[in-house]
RNA sequence: GCCCCGGUGGUGUAGGCCGGUCAAUCAUGCAGGCCUCUCGAGCCUGCGACGCGGGUUCAAAUCCCGCCCGGGGCACCA
């Protein structure tokens, strides 16, 4: 079994386009058999060169791991070898129509004038395509097939064109480029491909490339389509990702609104995680709607045990707490449920009997004069005044049945996070949290799981989810 | 308009090819409980589905027909 993955690298992978690389490399690695990456790079225009390496980048960290590396703008060569064969044996023939006229004819099932003209001319024609005789848009191989198709998207569908912008890897050596159907189907052929997955929107590219795969006797590979992916909340087109980074308007491809493969990283979720939630998609043509939600449930499942604990209070609030014991600090598991990857330490500040606290300003605002909370782990409180700044008496070390409420006192640090609509929240942090790592993803409790982005000028984190 | 694909609980999925063992699987979600010094995790219980109508058959989620609904394609993009 071979299977392979065919990006274009014309902008970021996002969680729709993994399905066919996480589904066609399981199904490889299933049966012991080769995973293929092919960069389907064949439209100069819009191929970005940095693109590549960041399909490669997310592939990785996917887990996904290729036999075979290929890139189309390679390949030229190949194409121009079919074409000419096709072509010289009149299975296609080179059509210099305009489009709509030649889709006029398409459409009542009738040739053009091209179509009819002997080989020889057809070949004299092809050289000049190659040679520079024909302008952008002035002449195309179209592949012979049967007019009277029922679907006229299949009829005489093109197979090479002349573009004449510059591309990102070979520059200008070339100005005849294939198509989609066509390089596609040498290709599959070539790299020995059984079974192509792929979104049904591609069923109508699927009869083009059989009428190709019979004019060369070849055997089709096995193709097996995936329905339509739909994410309430989450932009999937890839053109308006790329408008939106160029024009400004997201942060770049790993803008946390994006469900780009960049920007699930960025926040923390857990590849097994990405791969989990796509594989239980399966391999059906239903079309599909995937929610956050669901993605949220996966990732908190396998990064919960990992993640360590810390306190954070957004949109501070100062709290004094009078009659405070002389108390220098709190000691805390870093994860409650394995004691042995140890403890931090929050120290208290003290001025003779009173404690200064920062609670969350959305906690602080629930509070009403006389009720009773709970510094967690810490002390009971009564608040007397509302403030600013908040006061409140000591009434107890003992664990009391009150609402316990994350603060942070002497040392807090400064935390600024990315939340997934892209605004930012400021709060502070226990003084630990300085001392986290890069990449590490961590509970911020009672607010959600986050992952370290950056220590300097300030702390910033991205936030991932509850 | 033309061509094609699909419709199982709120969501995703198993089953459909080879009709019975499907009063329908698993996960998520929601509700309740236990546990927990997090509104997190874990554990337990519960809720909830075969689009509609006909047909074939002893028997249909599964096969056939019609309808309805959803999606995709009809680029000299991939």
């Known amino acids: 079994m071979v299977t392979r993955f065919a990006p274009n690298p014309n902008g970021p992978l996002h969680i729709g386009h993994v399905r066919a690389a996480l589904l066609s490399h399981e199904y490889a690695r299933m049966y012991g058999g080769k995973f293929i990456l092919r960069f389907e790079d064949t ?26 590396e290929h890139m189309q703008s390679d390949r030229l060569e190949i194409y121009y070898r079919y074409a000419e064969g096709l072509i010289s044996s009149g299975k296609a023939y ?11 004819l398409r459409d009542r099932g009738e040739p053009c004038p091209c179509r009819e003209l002997p080989a020889d001319e057809q070949i004299g024609r092809w050289r000049g395509m190659l040679g520079g005789e024909f302008g952008e848009e002035k002449a195309v191989v179209r592949i012979k097939t049967d007019l009277r198709h029922p679907n006229p998207a299949v009829r005489d569908w093109p197979a090479l064109r002349v573009v004449t912008s510059p591309h990102p890897r070979v520059g200008e050596r070339y100005r005849v480029w294939p ?10 052929h070539e790299m020995g491909v059984t079974h192509v997955i792929r979104g049904k929107e591609h069923l109508v590219n699927e009869m083009r490339q059989r009428t190709l795969f019979e004019h060369l006797g070849w055997t089709p590979p096995e193709a097996l389509q995936y329905g339509r992916l739909t994410m309430a909340g989450a932009m999937l087109s890839k053109t ?16 946390p609104r994006l469900a780009t493969i960049a920007a699930l990283r960025r926040r923390g979720f857990s590849p097994e995680a990405v791969r989990q939630v796509i594989l239980d998609l399966g391999l059906t043509p239903v079309d599909a709607a995937l929610s956050w939600e669901t993605l949220y449930a996966y990732n908190r499942r396998l990064i919960d045990a990992k993640a360590n604990r810390y306190f954070f209070v957004a949109s501070p609030v100062e709290l004094l707490v009078r009659g405070v014991p002389s108390i220098e600090e709190v000691r805390l598991r870093l994860h409650p449920s394995y004691p042995e990857r140890g403890e931090r330490v929050l120290p208290l500040l003290r001025e003779g009997d009173v404690l200064t606290a920062y609670l969350a300003g959305e906690d602080a605002s629930h509070l009403e004069v006389g009720t009773i909370f709970r510094l967690k782990d810490l002390m009971n409180v009564e608040l007397r005044s509302k403030g600013p700044p908040l006061e409140g008496d000591f009434r107890g070390l003992e664990l009391m049945d009150v609402p316990k409420l994350q603060w942070v006192s002497a040392g807090g640090v400064e935390v600024e996070v990315l939340m997934p609509d892209a605004s930012l929240v400021r709060g502070l942090a226990e003084p630990a949290v300085a001392g986290l790592g890069i990449g590490e993803v961590v509970q911020f409790e009672r607010f959600g799981f986050v992952r370290v982005d950056s220590l300097r000028p300030r702390i910033a984190v991205v936030y991932g989810h509850r």
Not at 94 to 104: E, K, Y
């Open 94 to 104: 080179v059509c210099t129509c305009d489009a709509p006229s030649f889709r006029r």
């Open 43 to 68: 439209n100069p225009a819009n191929a970005v060169l940095e693109m590549y390496d960041l399909i490669r980048r997310d592939l990785r960290w996917l887990g996904i791991e290729w036999d075979e």
């Open 179 to 188: 198509l989609y159907n066509f390089s596609v189907a040498i290709d599959d």
């Open 240 to 255: 308006q990702t790329i408008r939106g980074v160029r024009e400004g308007k997201f942060l770049g491809y790993d803008d």
